[in-house]
C-alpha cells in the first residue's frame, strides 16, 4: 500500500497548490484517477473545474487534450477520422483529441447526443474504432467532463447510458472567504497552475492503480455496498436506480480510499463516505420526488441511514435535506 498512499499524496499536495481550498475534491479526484475511472465536475462556471484537469495532467506527466464541446460538433471531430493520401493511394488515419491520457471534455453538454455518443465506447472500453479499425487507447487514460448545472439553453442533457460511466460526479463549490484571498495572492503575477512539475511518472501511476485491487473487502462489506445499491432501485421516489455498474464503481472507491489511508481493507464507513459521490448521478428520480424537492443526494443519504451497517443498528429512519 505504500506505493498508493505515496502516489496520492505526491498528486494531492501537488494539485492542492493551484486549486486553493479544495483539497477534498481534489482527493477524491485522485481516488478516481487510481480506480481508472471517469470524472464529472458539475458546476457553475469560474471555480476552477478546468484547472483541476490540467493540474492533474501537469503532476502526472501525461498528455492532456482539451476538447471545447459545441452545437455543431461531429463525432470525427473527437475520435479522429481516416483521409485518403494520394501519394501511398491509401486512406490514413488522423487521431482526434481523445487520444490523449486525460481528456478534458469542456461543457460536454453542449455537443448533441450523436457527438456524446462518440464517447461510449472511448469511456468504458479504452478503444476508439473509425470505418471499422479499432484503436486502443494507451494508459493510463482518464475523461475529466464539465457541465454548467444551471445554463440550459443551447446544451443537451446527458443520457443515462452515459452518466453511468462516470464513476464519479464532484461540484467544487465557492471557495472560503480566506481561501479566495489567498487565491488573489498566489495569481498576483500568474497562475500557479503555470508552476505545477511533474511528481510521478506513468509507471508510478500504473503500480499504484493495479496496488489498489489488493485491498480486502470482507463478505459484509460486499452486501453492505450491493444492499444500498439495490435499495435505490425500490426507493418510491426513484425512476431508475442505479446500475450494477454503480455498485462496481463504489467498491473500486472504497478500496482506493482505503489504500490511500493505509489500509488494505475496507470498513463500511468508507462505504458511507463514498457512496453520495458515485451514486447519485446514476439515480433518476421520479415526478414526485421533483415535487417534494428531494434531490438524488437526499435519497442516496436516507438509504445510507436506513440500510443495516455490518454489526451496528440503524436508528429511525428520516429524510435529511443536503
Known sequence: MNIVQSVAERLTDNIARALIGKRREIRLVVLALLCQGHILLEDVPGVGKTMMAKALAKSVGAAFSRIQFTPDMLPSDVTGISIFNQRTNEFEFRPGPIMANIVLADEINRATPKTQSALLE??????????????????????IATQNPIEYEGTFPLPEAQLDRFMIRLKLGYPSFQDEITMLDSQQYQHPVAELRQVISSDELLKAQAGIRDVYLSQEVKEYIVSIV????????????????????????????????????VVPDDVKLLADYTLAHRVILGPTARTKDISASTVIQYIINTTPIPGATVG???????
Not at 249 to 256: D, F, N, P, S
Not at 316 to 322: A, F, H, I, N
Open 122 to 143: 472511448t469511456m468504458e472500453e479504452r478503444q476508439v474504432t473509425v470505418d471499422g479499425t479499432t484503436y486502443p487507447l494507451e494508459e493510463p487514460f482518464l475523461i
Open 230 to 265: 439495490s435499495a435505490t432501485r425500490h426507493h418510491p421516489d426513484v425512476y431508475l436506480g442505479s446500475s450494477p455498474r454503480g455498485a462496481l464503481a463504489l467498491y473500486r472507491m472504497t478500496q482506493a480510499y482505503a489504500a490511500t489511508t493505509g489500509r488494505d481493507y
Open 316 to 322: 429511525k429512519p428520516r429524510y435529511v435535506q443536503q
